[in-house]
């Protein structure tokens, strides 16, 4: 499953503040004139100080509501007045009625008065509406679970020590070839490197039986010291060989705490999930909570509150307890919907994919950034979870249209541009804070020793308005897309005068924090591509369901009946335009020619239609052009013929449609990826393979099985060729 990170705001050091790079150089007596006039003009300042900050629009953003002592911005009720919907303390409120049943389940809330508040701003008492539920996450739940009966997971964690062995024997495979060729050693040196490898490779292909039996071999001479001990009786001889014994055994194998998350984690994605009685246990537990959810999400509120720990803390130290459980919650419907596929509950497991991308919209639509990137790992969690794998079931026309239509309805996303409000509003509460003199050191969550240097700059020695106006007009260029960072200033004079200082103090915090800001943006983009591959390859799903076989890469005239000279003439992109649950792309269909090729003057007509559907948002494309691509030859899913070809016979874990290096026009039939192409890998700065993409480090993938996953650059060459092939076993 999908656990992707959110980014941290920087935390900003006193050092940091005050450090700078200098450049020292000869000076001219003009300059040192205007150092002295510089010195000189700070003095002023140290003694007249700065003009007070003025209450506007261009300072401040927001010129209420104001602080008790009316002297600043109280930037927290704003947030909480712009955020909370008129039925936050309803049962209208989705969130409430959750939070209600389930309480604090995760424990993010320690003190007692931080969940009193919540309960509050939600309408609830914390004495009287106590959880009438209880939740646990699946892998929470194995964890205790083996912690109590370890039996219980023999099967599981020898399936993952058979795993783990394959990749080690493969990985010493692979050492013993590069020793080979390193001249580096002597020959004797390589001798006994590869010989000590390939006593290891021999242990992994022992089985159970056999690793056990020189298990015990190898402490022989340690047994028959314990038996010629004079001094132990028969008893504790025989006590001592079977703790050595146990010992041993149990030392064959390292399985660390991380293993053992990657065992959960391999349950949890398995297709014979269904089959495995603790898996049962969890959901006889947990299948009341999940279907509340199911409930909630479909109100159209669902909101959250915000809490603050006290008036001395700056809202970038806002807890917020709630998001965790929600990503838990997603990952539990995962877990179910994966289960109900296993049992052939179609309807069942469409309905927890669709819960989960309404759980996801619904988190992504607070005000905070890192909601909109909680909610976004939530629906990435959602894109993850298969729909088309399990060939005893296959869901039929009907169900996928559901899940098709159930996407394409979703409510929209709020956007990256909505949570540039909150983080303005979290960098001008910084900045009010500094004004106001609380150091550095303390809004860095340090300590530091120049504490009083930072209160008197802080107060004395800084132009406010300026600082603020600036910050301010950063935060329009972010949300205008025309954001540069400043430069470091390099100026010996950066901090004599109280402009200079200014803008030198500001700018540091700028490149401190908003890049942070600014690079959020990507995360929507790459969402939204993976969106765009979660329905190709629904409707790829559907136009196989009504005609017995995938769209072939492209179609062909009428002398392609033996798929020998027929030309192409229409696009697999073309062929799916029905199948998208979208009328605008229904009725696009319905006007091209089928019969004329893709580029007939009629045709020639749609070339420049933009459809969001075949477009990456991370990429900058020309008008009508498309960045997917399948991958075509022999064996695949697509061949070189125009044939379609079904799904019988293939891996779950095979690529079916894929990111594109270059764009072309949606509607162009010959242009995919040849298989021997693909065979290259992901692309990236080393490597020029034709499936790449702008986002970093690799590209999204849309399997067969209906997931879609994101796939790093860095994937084994074997591995990835693999998934092209539909022979890998599991899923990167």
Not at 151 to 174: T, V
Not at 192 to 206: A, G, K, P, Q, S
Not at 296 to 301: D, E, H, I, R
């Amino acid at each position: 499953m999908s656990n992707e990170p959110s980014p941290v705001l920087p935390r900003i050091t006193p050092e940091e503040i005050v450090k700078q790079p200098w450049k020292f150089g000869y000076f001219t007596s003009s300059y040192i004139i205007a150092i002295v006039l510089a010195v000189q003009a700070g003095f002023n300042d140290l003694l007249f100080g700065a003009p007070p900050l003025q209450i506007s629009k261009e300072t401040t953003y927001i010129t209420e509501p104001l602080t008790p002592d009316g002297l600043y911005i109280d930037y927290f009720a704003a947030l909480e007045n712009r955020t909370y919907p008129k039925e936050m303390q309803t049962d209208e409120n989705g969130f409430r009625v959750l939070f209600r049943a389930l309480g604090d389940f995760k424990n993010e809330t320690q003190e007692f008065e931080l969940i009193k508040q919540r309960y509050e701003k939600l309408g609830l008492d914390v004495n009287r509406d106590k959880p009438t539920m209880t939740y646990t996450e699946p892998e929470e739940f194995f964890k205790k679970r083996y912690e109590l009966h370890s039996e219980e997971f023999e099967d599981i964690i020898a399936a993952e020590r058979r795993k783990n062995d394959l990749l080690w024997k493969k990985e010493l495979h692979q050492r013993i070839v590069e020793i080979e060729a390193d001249s580096d050693y002597s020959t004797e040196e390589k001798e006994d490197i590869i010989t000590h490898l390939r006593e290891t490779i021999r242990w992994l292909e022992m089985t159970e039986k056999e690793r056990r039996e020189k298990t015990i071999m190898d402490i022989q001479p340690d047994i028959d010291e314990i038996n010629n001990a004079p001094d132990l009786s028969d008893e504790e001889k025989a006590e001592r060989i079977a703790e050595l014994k146990q010992d041993a055994i149990d030392g064959m194998y390292y399985f660390s705490s991380s293993d053992l998350v990657d065992c959960w984690i391999s349950l949890t994605q398995s297709p014979e999930l269904h089959k495995n009685a603790v898996v049962q246990k969890w959901l006889e537990e947990n299948n009341a909570a999940l279907d509340l959810v199911a409930e909630q999400v479909n109100k159209p509120a669902f909101a959250m509150p915000y809490i603050k720990c006290d008036d001395s803390f700056a809202l970038i130290f806002m807890p917020l307890p709630d998001f965790p459980a929600m990503r838990s919650l997603a990952r539990g419907l995962s877990v179910r919907a994966n289960i109900r596929i296993g049992e052939g509950d179609i309807d069942g497991a469409i309905g927890d994919i669709l819960v989960c991308y309404r759980l996801g919209r619904h988190v992504e639509k607070g005000a905070m950034l890192v909601e909109g990137l909680v909610g976004i790992a939530i629906e990435r969690i959602a894109n993850a979870i298969p729909f088309g794998g399990n060939p005893a079931a296959r869901a039929n026309a009907e169900q996928l249209k559901r899940l098709q239509v159930g996407l394409a309805t979703l409510s929209l996303r709020k956007g990256f541009v909505h949570k540039v409000e909150s983080e303005r509003f979290a960098f001008l509460d910084c900045m009010t804070d500094l004004m106001k003199g609380v150091p550095i050191s303390r809004l860095s969550n340090r300590r530091g020793s120049i504490d009083g240097f930072e209160t008197r700059m802080a107060i004395n020695t800084l132009d406010w308005n300026l600082i603020f106006k600036k910050a301010n007009g950063a935060y329009d260029d972010i949300e205008s897309g025309t954001f540069d960072l400043p430069p470091p200033s390099r100026s010996l004079t950066q901090f004599l005068t109280q402009n200079a200082r200014s803008n030198a103090f500001v700018d540091i915090f700028i490149r401190l924090w908003i890049p942070a800001v600014d690079a959020a943006s990507e995360v929507w983009r790459h969402n939204e591509c993976a969106m765009n591959l979660k329905r190709i390859v629904l409707a790829m799903h559907l136009y196989e369901r009504e005609h017995g076989m995938l769209p072939p890469a492209f179609s062909v005239d009428a002398n392609g009946k033996q798929y020998a000279d027929g030309k192409p003439l229409h696009s697999w992109r073309t062929l799916l335009l029905p199948y998208f649950g979208d009328e605008e792309l229904a009725n696009l269909y319905a006007q091209i020619k089928l019969d004329e090729p893709w580029d007939s003057e009629h045709n020639r007509q749609f070339h420049a239609r933009n459809l969001d559907v075949y477009r990456c948002p991370s990429s900058t494309l020309p008008d009508g052009d498309a960045s997917y691509a399948v991958i075509v030859g022999d064996g695949l899913l697509f061949t070189d013929d125009g044939r379609g070809q079904t799904l019988a016979g293939h891996g779950r874990n095979m690529l079916m449609v894929v990111e594109h290096q270059e764009s072309v026009c949606w509607m162009r039939p010959d242009a995919e990826i040849t298989k021997a192409l693909a065979d290259l890998g992901i692309g990236s700065r080393r490597n020029t393979a034709p499936i790449s993409s702008n986002h970093t480090g690799g590209c999204n993938f849309g399997l067969l099985d209906g997931a879609v996953t994101f796939i790093s650059e860095t994937i084994e060459e074997t591995v990835f060729q693999g998934l092209v092939r539909g022979t890998a076993k599991e899923r990167p």
